[in-house]
């Protein structure tokens, strides 16, 4: 089974208005962290935004919020006045906490690719 | 600038050679990473260190070899027994240690072709 379900492989969008790309994920694992990573056509991933399971509030970071779900076990990334400059894929991704202690890789989705037009 | 490097951006191969990916960082990170990514897939994570002279394989380390003799530095190499090793290709690094929280920087990837 996927560990991280992106549903929507590709988005057109206007540009200035908000999007929300969905992102589901499975663990059974109660201490967890969600990521948003940013893949531009040039394909670094660029960190966006953070969200942990005992958060008690929604991430926020500039025009980019999480709207984390914990009882669906969803972490929709949403992005407000978007830009032409957002066009890019998006993955979702998760890393479990390690019983063992130290650092592990992450987890990604398939991605959703996001074209905003003008 | 603090960061991550990776060389080549573009690396060709033929079939049966090795061939050794590099990537540097200079943000003092102990941890890195090295995922493979393929056409409309997310990445898939092929060896991790969280210190020098220690690694352990991600999902899909067979055909790869990799070492952590610096702290700044984590080379890849494909080998010959990578049976399907054209893939884009990105390091990663983190401040390390146990936990949820501790988040991945990517280096800008180096596309590996093999003819």
């Known amino acids: 089974a996927q560990k991280i379900t992106q549903t929507q492989p590709g988005m057109f969008v206007q540009e200035k208005e908000a999007v929300t790309l969905d992102c589901t994920y499975d663990?059974?694992?109660?201490?967890?962290?969600l990521f948003w990573y940013k893949q531009p056509s040039s394909g670094e991933m660029i960190f966006l935004i953070y969200?942990?399971?005992?958060?008690?509030q929604n991430a926020t970071e500039g025009r980019y919020s999480l709207n984390f779900q914990k009882a669906r076990k969803s972490a929709n990334l949403v992005i407000s006045a978007s830009q032409l400059g957002d066009s890019a894929m998006y993955f979702c991704?998760?890393?479990?906490?390690?019983?063992?202690?130290?650092?592990?890789?992450?987890?990604f989705g398939k991605g959703t690719h996001l074209i905003i037009q003008p | 600038d603090g960061g991550i490097t990776q060389s080549p951006k573009y690396l060709f191969r033929k079939e049966g050679q090795n061939v050794t990916l590099s990537c540097e960082q200079n943000?003092?990170?102990?941890?890195m990473y090295w995922y493979r990514q393929d056409p409309g897939q997310g990445l898939r994570l092929i060896y991790y260190?969280?210190?020098?002279?220690?690694?352990q394989k991600g999902d899909i380390a067979e055909g790869y070899s990799v070492s952590r003799e610096k702290k700044e530095s984590f080379p890849l190499t494909v080998t010959s027994a990578q049976k399907n090793p054209t893939a884009f290709y990105l390091c990663?690094?983190?401040?390390?240690?146990?936990?949820?929280?501790?988040?991945?920087?990517f280096g800008p990837g180096t596309r590996l072709t093999v003819l």
């Open positions: 991704a998760m890393r479990e906490a390690n019983s063992g202690g130290g650092a592990d890789g992450l987890t």
């Open positions: 943000l003092n990170h102990d941890a």
């Open positions: 663990t059974s694992d109660p201490s967890y962290g």
């Open positions: 969200q942990g399971s005992y958060d008690q």
């Open positions: 990663a690094s983190s401040i390390g240690g146990s936990g949820r929280t501790d988040t991945q920087y």
């Open positions: 260190s969280q210190i020098v002279n220690d690694f």
